[in-house]
């Protein structure tokens, strides 16, 4: 399925503490994660200061620059992940590259135990990671992104872009993640390939974008910490508002009414493609509460999204794609709100859209039928 996601402008794992810093809003440690063969894995975890051990959590891996040394992994942390992360609720965990090699040339055979072992101290929203990488960790996130693409909800690069061809060649694996490149205007060297990377992203149908920022070299100033943690806010709005709109289609189509009808604010209208389907939530249980208990439901598959949120972070609005055996092609519209409980739909309209040289013999039909007969 193909998704637009527009965005708007990591646990207390049972390694081994080596040091540890607190502040008024954030935890960081260095732990070390054994590996086998007498092979560690020494990375930092930053958790926000009220961590609670049952709740759940997004959680960044975030992979550091340069030689992808202890020193960089506090850099990056400092200069984006840390202390704006764990304010704002995120976990972070930033990995130091093994004795092997950085990120993208071996160090990589070490993420998927980590993402193991994160799993299993952590409750992760959603099952998955969010990703993101600085130069060099930019390029070691498109490595990693393309080994493993099902284990993450978003690819963030700043500045980056796969590192060898065989990267490239796996780009057709990222489809489903929405990627998004930041890149400073005088970075010449990295500016070429990322272009080709998200033109690439987007003939094979993937969600793309690529930041320029005039004037700024490799490390643009401008990206700081506030920066970027809003970036990647948006990102996770994003991927909740269409876990949501997912989960409600297929709540209908399992025809599971309490599922289905928990996805509605309180005061939710639905528009169905009936001229008088304008049903309030209460009607419109009323009409599809026989339809669920006979256990027919109705299936609507999305091919195409677009979700924008509006500036107060707390309103977002959609429209999409839909296929269904009966109707044919469809499209939805609507609107959802963030509520304590998550976002929630609160309004929702089902239509046909009809190509303009139907219209005339569409509409006749429609007048036809609307008129008394004799």
Request: hydrophobic share 40%.
């Amino acid at each position: 399925m193909r998704r637009l996601l527009t965005v708007v402008v990591l646990i207390v794992p049972h390694g081994l503490p080596l040091v540890g810093a607190r502040s008024a809003q954030a935890e960081t440690t260095f732990e070390r994660l054994p590996l086998g063969d007498d092979e560690t894995l020494e990375y930092a975890l930053v958790r926000p200061d009220d961590f609670d051990p049952a709740r759940t959590y997004p959680v960044l891996l975030a992979l550091p620059p340069g030689r992808q040394t202890r020193a960089m992994v506090e850099a990056g942390l400092g200069r984006y992940w840390g202390e704006q992360a764990a304010r704002r609720g995120w976990i972070v965990a930033s990995p130091i590259a093994p004795a092997d090699g950085l990120f993208f040339r071996g160090g990589e055979h070490a993420i998927p135990a980590l993402l193991d072992h994160l799993e299993q101290a952590l409750h992760v929203e959603g099952g998955r990671f969010h990703l993101a990488g600085s130069s060099n960790g930019g390029r070691s996130a498109f490595r990693v992104a393309g080994l493993h693409a099902d284990r993450f909800h978003s690819l963030t690069v700043l500045p980056g872009y796969p590192p060898e061809a065989d990267d490239e060649e796996r780009l057709a694996g990222l489809t489903g993640l929405p990627v998004a490149m930041f890149v400073g205007g005088r970075d010449t060297g990295w500016i070429g390939p990322m272009r080709r990377t998200r033109d690439r992203l987007r003939e094979l149908g993937g969600i793309c974008t690529l930041t320029i920022i005039p004037g700024a070299g490799h490390v643009p100033p401008s990206l700081d910490g506030p920066v970027m943690m809003q970036h990647l806010q948006g990102v996770r709005d994003d991927v909740l508002i269409g876990r949501v709109l997912d989960d409600f289609h297929a709540a209908a189509a399992a025809a599971d009414g309490p599922r289905y009808f928990r996805h509605f604010t309180a005061d939710a209208v639905f528009i169905g493609t009936d001229p008088g389907e304008r049903w309030t939530r209460a009607e419109f249980e009323t009409y599809a509460k026989p339809h669920f208990a006979r256990g027919t439901g109705w299936t609507y598959v999305t091919t195409e999204r677009h979700i924008t949120r509006g500036p107060d972070d707390a309103t977002a609005w959609f429209d999409e794609m839909l296929e269904n055996e009966r109707y044919g092609t469809c499209r939805g519209t609507g609107v959802l709100v963030r509520t304590h409980r998550g976002w929630k739909i609160a309004q929702y309209a089902l239509t046909i859209p009809l190509p303009n040289d139907l219209t005339p013999e569409v509409v006749g039909r429609i007048r036809e039928s609307a008129a008394p007969h004799e």
